[in-house]
């Protein structure tokens, strides 16, 4: 029984002194983010030859630098913090292609979570306009590629119609239309 004592308070200081360490360790929280980036715009099957489509990778560092610009940071956090922040956070790719995640350590899970949620509603809400931009540009060149069809279809009617005119005594009777033409030759055949 006298070693057990022993053992048993070696055991409490032991746990108490741990408990002790354990707690005055400061607290990290971690907020992240997995979301779905589509990369492709609408006018990227407009543009197909016309320009060099930068990779997923290129894709990703362009998104990061406009995620994390100075102005979106400002709506996150002071001044005084923007440099510090812009360091805490990570933007990375999540697994597959056009998936990134989205990482910032805090001692409060509050702030941490404030932080993620913020850039997240930055990106989507920036990703919505430039959406609505390049559909409002996609609409605009379709309607101008209408335009230009449009003009050279009436001119190769028109180009069609006056070979039609130049040409008349060559043509053949253009009067009758195709089964009264096959009655015809029919009839010269009987």
Sequence with gaps: WKHRRLGFVTALLIGLIGATVVMLLPSRYEASARA????????RPLMEGMAVQPDVTQQLSMMSRALLSRANLQEVATESLLSALSKKIQFEPAGRENFFS?????????????????????????????????????????????????????????????????????????????????AEVQQKLD
């Design 102 to 182: 989205l990482k910032y350590r805090h001692p409060e899970p509050e702030v941490a979570l404030s932080v993620v949620t913020s850039l997240l509603d930055i990106f989507f809400n920036s990703a919505r306009s430039n959406q609505e931009r390049d559909t409002r540009q996609a609409l605009a060149f379709l309607d101008e590629q209408i335009k230009l069809y449009e003009v050279k279809l009436v001119a190769a009617e028109n180009a069609l119609k006056e070979f039609k005119i130049n040409n008349l005594e060559v043509m053949p009777n253009l009067q009758q239309d195709y089964f009264a033409q096959t």
């Design 36 to 43: 779905y980036v589509d990369t492709q715009t609408i006018l």
